[in-house]
């Protein structure tokens, strides 16, 4: 049975910062891992995701240097260290998990709200 359970949500001042993590189960041979968001009227979009092999990454534009995302192989978990949030970043964040023949599974959703 597969099971995304996303963590580290909440409520922060501008400035602040969270610390998100998923834990995934049940996927098999995981080739990716990553996080998206979609705050309120606008599309879902990627924030980052790291490759589970050479651990490579990718950021949107609006996060670089601010957030940091890695991984735990051994966990099976992702973790999306967030700093220097802005009231532009509040959204619910999603664990995204694709495995080596591409299929995603998708977390429940985390909120993330930025007081201004």
């Known amino acids: 049975q597969v099971q995304l359970v996303e963590s580290g949500g909440g409520l922060v001042q501008a400035g602040g910062s969270l610390r998100l993590s998923c834990a995934a189960a049940g996927i098999p041979v995981i080739n990716a891992m990553g996080w998206y968001r979609q705050a309120p009227g606008k599309q879902r979009e990627l924030v980052a995701d790291?490759?589970?092999?050479?651990?490579?990454?990718n950021y949107a534009d609006s996060v670089k240097g601010r957030f940091t995302i890695s991984r735990d192989n051994s966990k099976n978990t992702v973790y999306l260290q967030m700093n220097s949030l802005k009231p532009e970043d509040t959204a619910v964040y999603y664990c995204n998990i694709r495995n080596r023949w591409n299929m995603s599974y998708w977390g429940k959703g985390t909120l993330v709200t930025i007081s201004s």
């Open positions: 790291i490759t589970s092999g050479s651990g490579s990454t």
